[in-house]
């Protein structure tokens, strides 16, 4: 590939795709419009707290092969930590049972046979009964393929695919659910690992990315936000930033990698998802007890997840557009009664220093109409290409995806 690839927009598709790119050997410029890279994956000093946390806590699993190879090429590997084995503590707030899901590492589900390991109230039967999913048609809702309720769907199914698709399960796509389940559950405890960026986000993922860009020349360029595409003869020819206008050689490229919304005003003609769901992230600087799993379900409550680090408990609430105007304060005492009673901190009087950190547009609405509106990373332009978790990646709007897209981007570029 001659000339130079220009790529719009730094969060992790977008920084995917520069490091391939420039791993491949190709000189590429990075334009992102914030003040600093990562979008909506990415640390920062929060005053209410005074401390670094992340913008949400982000869940990974160790079969998300892509996005553990970025992090080999960046050379942040052992970044991410979590349980030696797929162990998922989980409590229900409303009976008070608490009981550990343990899906062994092997690839064949003997857990499901086992009374001990699989869900409490559950029979082998149960989870044949979701098979289903595995292979659903094409364009249907979770809910048209199996019945979404029982106990296996209430404290494990609903939660798990709610987390994943960001979305209401039975209304989410039940391909993004069936890919899902293949890439985790149904390929083994090795596959379904939970793993978690415990130095934060920025330090995992977006600084030894452009620490690695940076030691191979690669510039990234802050407060430049993209205006304009300048389209000629079926190619980009220009990329417009308001106050300056870079011209594009004849073998230049360029990879956008930007939020759907803001792609469909530079891409004339494109489609993409116009639906979004919230993501409610409440955080407590409080130490949270030595015996506190690093991740806990929690069925029956607001709260969804709560990821314990060293220094602040953290909760996760997906699919939140229903607590986005509730008032701060209520919803962090809310969340905190439910943090503490799973904590065993009930005893606790006040309400440690807090935050409420609410993402309106965290993810696409993972439903089959927006799935369908999902295009690839060619468009109709000679020259460039689309990344991002949006895209037709065949995955939710997740790290992974992203990570995917920018290297597919990148692949298909080279060409
Ligand atoms: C609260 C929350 C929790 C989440 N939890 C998880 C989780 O547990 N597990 C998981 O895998 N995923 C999770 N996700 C999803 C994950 O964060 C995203 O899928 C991923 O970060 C998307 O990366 P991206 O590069 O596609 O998009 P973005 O991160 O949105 O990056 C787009 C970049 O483009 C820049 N930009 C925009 N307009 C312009 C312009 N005109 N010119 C130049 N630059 C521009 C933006 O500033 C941004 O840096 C979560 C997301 C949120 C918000």
Redesign the pocket.
């Known amino acids: 590939m001659a000339g130079t690839v220009h790529v ?7 920084l995917s795709a520069a490091v391939r790119v420039s791993e491949a050997g190709h000189k590429v410029v990075v ?4 003040g600093q ?5 990415r640390s920062y000093h929060d005053p209410a707290l005074d401390m670094e946390i992340d ?6 699993l160790s079969g998300n092969h892509a996005a553990l190879d970025f992090l080999r090429t960046i050379g942040a590997d052992g970044k991410l930590a979590g349980p030696p084995h797929a162990d998922f503590p989980f409590v229900d707030l409303k009976t008070g049972e608490r009981w550990t899901l343990r899906i062994g590492d092997g690839r064949i589900p003997w857990w499901i046979f086992d009374a001990t390991r699989r869900v409490p109230g559950t029979t082998a039967r149960d989870y044949l009964s979701f098979a289903r999913l595995l292979r659903p048609p094409r364009d249907a809702a979770i809910g048209d393929v199996v019945a979404c309720k029982g106990t296996l769907y209430d404290r494990l199914l609903g939660p798990l695919l709610l ?1 994943a698709l960001n979305t209401a399960p039975p209304a989410g796509s039940a391909a993004l659910a069936g890919t899902i389940l293949r890439e985790t559950i149904v390929a083994g405890g090795r596959a379904c690992r939970p793993l978690i960026a415990r130095d934060g986000l920025g330090p995992t993922f977006i600084a030894p990315a452009l620490d690695w860009l940076a030691s191979r020349g690669v510039s990234v360029g802050f407060g ?4 304009a595409l300048d389209i000629a003869a079926g190619r980009i020819a220009a990329l417009d930033f308001g106050d300056d206008k870079l011209p594009l050689g004849a073998d230049d490229k360029v990879m956008l ?3 759907p919304v ?1 792609a469909t005003a ?1 891409v004339p003609g494109l489609d993409a998802p116009d639906d979004f769901r919230a ?1 409610v ?1 409440a955080h407590y600087r409080v130490a949270p007890p030595p015996s506190t799993p690093e991740i806990v379900g929690v069925i029956g409550g607001t709260v969804e997840w709560i990821f314990a680090f060293p220094d602040r408990l953290s909760v ?1 609430i997906s699919a939140a557009d229903r607590l986005v105007d509730t008032p701060r304060e209520a919803l962090a005492k809310t969340i905190w009664d439910e943090v503490a009673a799973v904590t065993r901190m009930a005893d606790a009087t006040a309400m440690p220093p807090w935050q409420i ?1 609410r ?1 309106r547009r ?2 696409f609405a993972a439903l089959p109409s927006q799935e369908r509106k999902r295009p690839g990373a060619d468009t109709a332009y000679r020259n460039l290409w689309l ?4 895209t037709a990646t065949g995955l939710p ?6 990570i995917r ?1 920018g290297a597919r981007a990148a692949a298909l570029a080279a060409k």
Do not use: F, K, M, Y
């Open positions: 719009i927009g730094a969060g992790l598709a977008g334009h992102e419009a914030a890279a990562g979008g909506r994956c913008n949400g806590n982000h869940l990974l987390a430049r936000r993209l205006r990698a930007v939020p803001v530079l993501i992230n996760t950190v993402e965290a993810t990344a991002g978790d949006w709007a997740t790290i992974e995806g992203a897209s």
